[in-house]
């Protein structure tokens, strides 16, 4: 279980920085097929492979083993008891981070450079995920051009 969600952490950071499987097979020595193998937990990354990823992807070894939100993951060694912030969906590889949507939708957000602006589809993105299938309503006032009145 440890081994597919290290492997899930490999393939997002991956995505999310735009490097391909054989692109990083190259980097690392390998083929692109022991990299499929590291992203789907077939093969168990060593823990020097994982320090030298660590150091072509620019975190910390520890962001392979953190959850979505950088909360710790020691509670995955016991699986019945699952810490409440972490959903089942996400260990079990139904991670929508994984899609191709949020890797655009993620790459487009770090291009921002206004902080401001930043901070504003935050909001935008937070408020559409707490209504859920509901349509969003925005007051007239915050978010829409003047009606013209000819």
């Not at 590291?38 to 020097?48: D, F, L, M, P």
Request: aromatic letters at 6%; hydrophobic letters at 35%.
């Amino acid at each position: 279980m440890i081994d597919s969600y290290v492997g899930r952490r490999i393939r997002l950071r991956r995505n999310l920085l735009g490097i391909s499987q054989d692109n990083l097979a190259r980097n690392l020595g390998l083929t692109f097929q022991q990299i499929q193998k590291y992203e789907k937990g077939t093969n168990r990354v060593s823990a020097s492979r994982l320090f030298l990823l660590a150091h072509l992807f620019g975190v910390s070894v520890d962001y392979f083993f953190k959850g979505p939100d950088g909360e710790d993951l020691r509670e995955i060694l016991d699986m019945q008891n699952l810490p409440a912030t972490l959903p089942q969906n996400h260990l079990n590889g139904d991670d929508p981070l994984s899609g191709r949507e949020a890797m655009s939708a993620l790459r487009a957000f770090c291009r921002i450079k206004n902080p401001r602006v930043r901070k504003r589809a935050a909001e935008l993105l937070a408020a559409l995920g707490d209504n859920g299938d509901e349509e969003l309503r925005v007051p007239p006032s915050e978010g829409r051009a003047p009606e013209n009145r000819a």
